[in-house]
């Protein structure tokens, strides 16, 4: 969500190096109920359906403060714009 240029700690999520890839090129998203999407086109590239797609349906782990949680516009924006 760099694009947004927003320091807002609700407008980012801490992931490991493949995920950040993968969150960045729309193939990994967040519902509005805080559980990670796979993008349909993960089935497509040899390699990754076996890391990315199980992550499908999991839930993120939260900050234990619930105003701190992800911003949900910010997640419904990344969904729309990098996952179409």
Known sequence: MSVAHNDDP???????????WAFDEGLLGVSAAYTLLAAAQLSLAPN??????????????????????????ALAWHRRKRMG
């Open 10 to 20: 609700r407008n980012g999520l801490a992931l490991c190096r493949l995920c950040h």
């Open 48 to 73: 990754l359906p076996g890391h990315l797609a199980p992550l499908q349906g999991r839930a993120i782990f939260l900050p234990a403060e619930e105003p701190l949680y992800p911003d949900l516009r």
